[in-house]
Nanobody, 124 residues
Framework: QVQLVESGGGLVQAGGSLRLSCAASGRTSSNYAMGWFRQAPGKVREFVAAISRSGGNTLYADSVKVRFTIYRDNAKNTVYLQMNGLKPEDTAVYYC?????????????????WGQGTQVTVSS
């Protein structure tokens, strides 16, 4: 089992940047693939980005490709989401997730472990 703790959310003006962090702990936590998802009020949870166990493979939603970057530091057991060029439509609660996948996975239902979520608000 792995425990996930998120940080880095906040309020930012459109065009600004934020970096979200998700620190993982627990047995064999460095052996887990990771993902980022987001959910706006009244909307379903949607995929944002995912990364393989080693960090060598990544996936992005079309809406965030180029603007967002997912990467990980396995020495710190932490995965990051660098968000640049933020837009008001990026406003949502952002969640990190983990599971023992070989590669990056975009389906939220396949992840067994989730963080508490962190609010990202982008003002126009």
């Amino acid at each position: 089992q792995v425990q996930l703790v998120e940080s880095g959310g906040g309020l930012v003006q459109a065009g600004g940047s934020l970096r979200l962090s998700c620190a993982a702990s627990g047995r064999t936590s460095s052996n887990y693939a990771m993902g980022w998802f987001r959910q706006a009020p009244g909307k379903v949870r949607e995929f944002v980005a995912a990364i393989s166990r080693s960090g060598g493979n990544t996936l992005y939603a079309d809406s965030v490709k180029v603007r967002f970057t997912i990467y990980r530091d396995n020495a710190k057991n932490t995965v990051y989401l660098q968000m640049n060029g933020l837009k008001p439509e990026d406003t949502a609660v952002y969640y990190c997730a983990a599971d023992r996948f070989i590669g990056a996975i975009r389906d939220y239902a396949q992840y067994g472990y989730w963080g508490q979520g962190t609010q990202v608000t982008v003002s126009s």
